[in-house]
């Protein structure tokens, strides 16, 4: 396959959002709280409406609804408090970037300082200020399975130990913004995202318009990565809010320094873990608390908790289970879904402990897990029969590329080499915590000249999906794929078939594309028979040709939607998802014990897959999810000091490059197709989840040390060699 996409974004052809061109078109600042928390008293934007070039200054009593309409998510802006530092609270619209920024500079707001809370321990403390009303307890779930007390009481060992998480960058190349066009009455809106149709919802609720007044249309994206979610949400509602009161286009590109202050970050999770084990290795018992900090406001918390706690068990046969999963509201800037959605974190911490626990049994960590993995009919902590279970299967190739293999040399003397394993299970597309169901629709336009067009809501950010909906097309109808064309993402005429999340995209999307193409089989079929024809004996074009002579109805609609899923959300047990992926990871590092400096030399992430549609698409996302969990193990970390974020740009927020990127091995298998028509199952996701318990397993093993708490950065793994000393 070739990316249909590919030319022109390595041409520069490609339009993002800031090449977008209309004439008249208002460039939108946003003024923001520099506190980590303050009452607003007053805002005076006199000197700023003075201003060159200025046309209008918004504050929130100029928008007319809430962004979702949620009391404690994030407003499109602060009205009487803002609750973090960079919290947007007035807008200046002016004829270019510069005339807006200057005037932004010019609006004078007046601040009464308030008490602020910046981590969980301050939050919750008893005389904590409130971040919003009602405490700040945000969001928890508690999962019960058997009896822990009984299962302590009849274990060997009680084995208890301490991680957590830090808070990272989305990190996506292309920052955010969009462009908002007034017209038809309503809005045309275009920005990159990854739901589409949430965003068109968020604006319609905002501005209290209708949503087909909305027109939303997705240019090229410059990756996402979890972000150009929430963030999006909120600036196309801005830029709309500034676009219908001044009857002009307005537009906005955030500058990286603007992303860093103001755009939502990962949860940062702290997690005690708590087993009772046999000493022959099994486990008996399992207790585990997390606690996340949601950040200011609301958004995915509530989700993102939900599936840390289906998952924090792992894919293990535990009898007696709890698990408990906190969200807390503090003055920082507010969290939201990053790649991974809470599993990279609780993965972390999870599987950080099953090595933990097999050294201390001594036991070899790859026969630990095969002790205690779940299989077909195991019953998970929730209380879920799970059916194809491939953990085993991941594991067997786990060890066959990669525990067969030696440790390697050290490069020059005085390096140290260590290696790590891990094996991880998260549950596929949204579950039910989305609490609806699950469902995508795709249309397909047949062209008398046998081409066809695929209207599909799937949001193209990178991950190749328009490319797998294609292939689908062309593979189940035996077209050329040359002759499949993907209809750009315009809201008037695509579909809605939910976001592109949870690596629900090919599932959802392609199953639809699937049905699809089987409801205009069915026509052509017909069409070929009444012609006295056989449409098995007729290529697809010549069968085209039949259909385009003797039927108007040259179109395939097809919905696809994941089987429901019984959840008791106030027990917190069912079936959390429909599907489970599963993965296992291999890595061997080199330290330099003098610097604390690690390399990964050797990493080999496995990955359950199903169906593959696009064998090298797969491994793309594979090596891509490797290199977001590789920053997460070893090097980001987005600091924030008494509410105030620490660093503002890439100069000092290190990320992975090409050269770290080394030994990469991307090994997708097929045990088994997934559960649905195409027998396909996510990758997106997973990719990152279970590449840092390895890493840092591998580097403990390295160096004699252990570290609970990530990143292993230089300082850590110094201070952490001192300690042992």
């Known amino acids: 396959m070739v990316r ?199 604006i319609a609720i905002s501005l209290g318009l209708r949503e087909s007044d909305v027109r939303l249309i997705q240019p090229a994206t410059g990756g996402a990565f979890g972000g150009k979610l929430a963030d999006i949400n909120l600036i196309a509602s801005r830029l709309g809010a500034a676009a219908l009161i001044t009857g002009r286009p307005c537009k906005t590109t955030w500058s990286r320094e603007e992303v860093f202050l103001e755009g939502s970050k990962r949860h940062p999770f702290a997690f005690k873990y708590k087993a009772g084990v046999m000493d022959d290795g099994t486990i008996n018992a399992l207790c585990v608390s997390g606690y996340a900090d949601a950040g ?130 998260r549950g596929e597309a949204r579950g039910s915590a989305g609490g609806d169901r699950d469902g995508s629709a795709v249309h397909l336009n047949l062209c008398r000249d046998g081409s066809i067009n695929v209207f599909c809501g799937i949001a193209e950010m990178g991950q190749g999906g328009y490319d797998a909906v294609s292939k689908i ?6 077209a050329p794929q040359e002759d499949v064309r993907m209809s750009a993402f315009d809201s008037d005429y695509v579909p809605d078939g939910g976001p592109t999340t949870g690596s629900r995209g090919t599932i959802t999307f392609g199953n639809a594309a699937y049905m699809a193409c089987l409801d205009l089989v069915g026509k052509m079929r017909k069409a070929s028979s009444e012609a006295g024809l056989s449409y098995d004996d007729m290529s697809f074009s010549e069968a085209a040709g039949v259909l385009g002579a003797r039927s108007a109805d040259l179109a395939g609609r097809g919905y696809f939607e994941l089987p429901e899923t019984a959840w008791d959300f106030e027990n917190c047990r069912g079936n959390a998802y429909a599907s489970y992926n599963y993965a296992a990871c291999g890595a061997d590092v080199e330290v330099d014990p003098k610097s604390g400096e690690v390399k990964v030399t050797r990493l080999a992430a496995i990955h359950d897959l199903g169906r593959i549609i696009n064998c090298e698409e797969v491994k793309g996302q594979i090596v891509g999810g490797a290199s977001m969990a590789l920053g997460l193990s070893i090097m980001e970390d987005f600091p924030i000091i008494d509410g105030i974020p620490a660093v503002r740009n890439f100069d000092r927020y290190r990320m992975p490059n090409a050269g770290d990127m080394r030994g990469i091995m991307a090994i997708p298998i097929t045990p088994r197709s997934g559960s649905n028509p195409l027998g396909v199952k996510g990758i997106g996701e997973p990719s990152s989840a279970a590449v840092a318990p390895a890493i840092i397993s591998a580097v403990n093993d390295a160096l004699g040390i252990k570290i609970r708490d990530l990143p292993a950065t230089p300082e850590k793994t110094l201070a952490a060699m001192e300690a042992r000393k």
């Open 473 to 478: 097309v062309s593979d189940t109808l035996g």
């Open 4 to 202: 249909t996409d590919a030319f022109l974004k390595v041409t520069g052809q490609a339009k993002y959002v800031d090449d977008l061109r209309v004439p008249g078109t208002l460039y939108v600042q946003t003024v923001r709280c520099p506190y980590p928390r303050a009452e607003i008293l007053g805002i005076d934007a006199k000197k700023a409406l003075s201003a060159s070039g200025v046309v209008c200054v918004l504050t929130a009593k100029d928008i007319p609804g809430n962004l979702l309409a949620g009391s404690k998510d994030k407003p499109v802006l602060a009205a009487k408090e803002a609750k973090h530092a960079g919290d947007g609270v007035a807008l200046v619209a002016a004829e270019t970037r510069a005339k807006a920024e200057a005037a932004a500079k010019l609006v004078r707001v007046k601040y009464k300082r308030m008490k602020s809370v910046h981590t969980v321990t301050e939050a919750l403390a008893t005389e904590a200020p409130a971040v919003h009303e009602g405490g700040n307890l945000a969001f928890s779930h508690i999962i019960k399975k058997g009896d822990t007390d009984a299962g302590f009481a009849g274990s060997d060992r009680i084995i208890e130990r301490e991680y957590s998480t830090q808070r990272v960058m989305h990190g996506a190349l292309e920052p955010d913004g969009a462009l908002a066009v007034p017209e038809n009455g309503g809005l045309t809106v275009y920005c990159p995202g990854k739901a589409p149709f949430v965003t068109r919802k968020a």
């Open 296 to 425: 200011a406001y609301a958004s995915v918390s509530k989700a993102v908790i939900w599936r840390a706690a289906v998952e924090a068990a792992g894919p293990y046969d535990i009898p007696n289970v709890r698990i408990e999963m906190h969200a807390v509201y503090t003055n920082n800037v507010y969290s939201d879904g990053v790649r991974g959605f809470g599993s990279p974190q609780v993965d972390f911490a999870s599987e950080s402990f099953m090595n933990e626990i097999a050294e201390v049994l001594g036991i070899p960590p790859l026969e630990f897990r095969r002790k205690n993995i779940l299989r077909d009919g195991g019953i998970s902590a929730t209380g879920q029969m799970l059916e194809e279970v491939n953990a085993g299967a991941c594991l067997e190739k786990l060890e066959e590329v990669f525990c067969s293999l030696e440790k390697p040399v050290p490069s020059s003397p005085g390096k140290l080499t260590g290696r790590g394993i891990s094996c991880i299970f």
